[in-house]
């Protein structure tokens, strides 16, 4: 399970840090949001500044104690960072062997010679719901981001045109199809059939990702036209002049696909053993479970990815170990500021949770008298706007909702299980650290990000639940 599912078990068990009723807690998430906007937008504030004084200010609006609002504060941004963190950086890692070896040129190469312009957002979108499949959301950012960035790049296509899509993939994946840990968990707590649910998955993924990815992103690319951060491009050639030069243009030789494609999937291929283990065995004491479940967590997996690509990707470039040395120092330092954006993501969030909002959300929903699917979709709505968690808006409106899946059938407990999952998905806003993650990756101010990211999220909620819906009436 990851660090945000333990983190809302711990919150859970937790007093709010506040006693405000919910009116005043309403409005202190209000007051808080447009805080942190405000001073991002008119003042130009650094969004880690911002971050961490609008979770401040929240907790002021919301008559906690400062002591107690810091805690909440810092608790969030530490347990962010060492859920996303390392992975970032060691996807950085891999990401600048990638570019400095010439394999992610190699790449790109062969996507760009095998897919037309007007393909090639439909094979970033095929790409990043694969790749996504077993991996979380921050893993699979971290290991496409540089393909993306390249593509967009090197073919001269819209960014937006390229990116859209691979996040529509990979924010599917992790919203609907287990073996992500919110559908495991929703799964768990409705009864609900793991393989039946997979089976209605993916036929709501399928309509639902091609709509938020290769469709949407034709108007994305018209309302948000902005360049590929060249900072981000880890390119070793470039110079203030010509700073798209390809790093593997100043190389004798550069690694083969095979190879390159076979050390980007390497992480891949282990976390999806470690699923397939865990849903076949199921046997905590079983001696290959308990393999997989240490060389299949991320960490290990990217790790290791790591490991192999300095042999299969830098060594085959022809790196000295001094080369390989600086590569990997250089790697780190742009994504600095991204650590401390997400980090501080994650502390508002945490501030919002200790605060009591998600039980607030709960108790105006208790007596709605809508249909179950749609219910379950809208709480999870209501705790993904007030919290910023995905995770944490399943697994809370799987608990609030648990006893309507009693008396269902066993395909209707599976579509409850999605509807829970499209609404953990509804307009990832300024308390979500996939929105700062996003928001520096792809080089865009706070509105240009809500124009396409936060849309493209709400896309894919409408959608699924629409789908969820329509599969209702015939199944």
Known sequence: MTSL???????????????????????????????????????KLHAFLALTIGSLALGAFAGAPLAKAVESFTKGLGSTVAGVGVLIALGAILGKLLADSGGADQIVDTILARAGGRAMPWAMVLIASVIGLPLFFEVGIVLLIP???????????????IGIPALAGLSVMHGLIPPHPGPLVAIDALGANLGVTLALGVLVAIPTVIIAGPVFSRYAARWVDVPVPEHM?????????APAQRAS?????????????????????????????????????????????VIGSPLIALLAAVLVGLLTLGRAAGFTRERLSSTVETSLAPIAGVLLIVGAGGGFKQTL????????????????????LLLAWLIAVAIRLATGSATVATISAAG????????????HAALLVLAIGAGSLFFSHVNDAGFWLVKEYFGMNVGQTVKTWSVMETIISVVGIVMVLLLSLVL
């Open 249 to 293: 243009e100043e190389l004798e030789r550069r690694p083969g696909f095979g190879a390159t494609v076979a050390t980007v999937l390497l992480p891949v291929v282990l976390m999806l053993g470690k699923a397939l283990v865990d849903i076949v065995v199921d046997d905590p004491g079983n001696h290959v479970q308990r393999v997989t479940d």
């Open 233 to 241: 491009l880890f390119s070793t050639g470039g110079s203030p002049q």
């Open 353 to 372: 949770i200790d605060a009591g909002v998600g039980r607030m959300v709960l108790e105006f929903s208790e007596n709605w008298s809508i249909p179950a």
């Open 147 to 161: 393909v993306v960035l390249l593509v967009a790049k090197r073919g001269d296509h819209s960014l937006m045109r």
């Open 5 to 43: 599912h333990v983190e809302m078990l711990a919150a859970d068990a937790a007093e709010p840090i506040t006693s405000a009723g919910n009116a005043q807690l309403g409005i202190a998430v209000l007051a808080g949001i447009a805080v942190i906007v405000l001073l991002i937008t008119k003042l």
């Open 400 to 411: 609030l909702v648990a006893p309507l899946a009693a008396d269902m059938s066993t395909t």
